[in-house]
């Protein structure tokens, strides 16, 4: 069973563009969770999304934004990139259910770097 | 609204000494914990998790937690540790929010290992 995939791995923006990153979960899990992880400020957790709807929302500001379309697919947006943003952002696939206890499974991460 | 605690936010150990990484954790209900590793520049694997049953954990790579429901612990530790454990170790609890278990992190433990 082939895991959690992200798309790109590392990449490199300037301040004030934008960004798209892609998260294909496990299969059969339809629940896809966003972090962004940063030296200072840990694991923070930006949004998840069920069904192709947001269920829970971190404190981020609007810059921040995703969606999940009908394969559970999930992208993530960000806009006006600013330094700050530099950052390794995970995604991580569960199982909602009777069965669910919480578990994420995590992808790799991307990697993004704003100059 | 359960919270996760680790005690110490960096930890030195000589190569085959034994290291234990303390996690303490909140809720007021019934919860499920883990415990996730990170190697540099990927995402988060999990190490081992406590469901039910014994108390006493184990996991990949050596590592062992027990869980102290008194205590509200969940201390992970590994007898003889090498150079390959160098990384950072998450503690997570999840706990039931609506229908759905939702898992909150520890700041994270990051273990350095020296020969």
């Known amino acids: 069973k082939a895991g959690v995939t992200q798309t790109p791995r590392y990449l490199i923006k300037t301040r004030g563009q934008q960004v798209t990153l892609s998260c294909s979960p496990i299969s059969g899990h339809r629940s896809v969770s966003w972090y962004q992880q940063t030296p200072g400020q840990g694991l923070q957790f930006l949004f998840e999304y069920f069904s192709e709807t947001q269920r829970n929302k971190g404190n981020f500001p609007g810059r921040f934004s995703g969606r999940q379309f009908s394969n559970s697919r999930s992208e993530m947006n960000v806009s006006t990139l600013e330094l700050g943003d530099s950052a390794l952002y995970l995604c991580?696939?569960?199982?909602?259910?009777?069965?669910?206890?919480?578990?994420?499974?995590f992808g790799e991460g991307s990697r993004l770097t704003v100059l | 609204a359960q919270s996760v605690t680790q005690l110490d936010s960096q930890v030195p150990v000589f190569e085959e000494a034994p290291v234990e990484l303390r996690c303490n954790y909140s809720s007021s209900v019934s919860v499920y914990l883990f415990w996730y590793v990170q190697y540099p520049n990927q995402g988060l694997q999990l190490l081992l998790k406590?469901?039910?049953?014994?108390?006493l954990v184990k996991g990949i790579n050596g590592f062992e937690a027990e869980f102290n429901k008194s205590q509200t612990s969940f201390h992970l530790r590994k007898p003889s540790v090498h150079i390959s454990d160098t990384a950072e170790y998450f503690c997570?609890?999840?706990?039931?929010?609506?229908?759905?278990?939702?898992?909150?992190f520890g700041a994270g433990t990051t273990v350095t290992v020296r020969a």
């Open positions: 406590y469901l039910s049953g014994s108390t």
């Open positions: 991580a696939s569960s199982l909602p259910g009777p069965k669910n206890t919480g578990e994420l499974f």
């Open positions: 997570a609890v999840s706990g039931l929010r609506g229908n759905d278990y939702k898992l909150s």
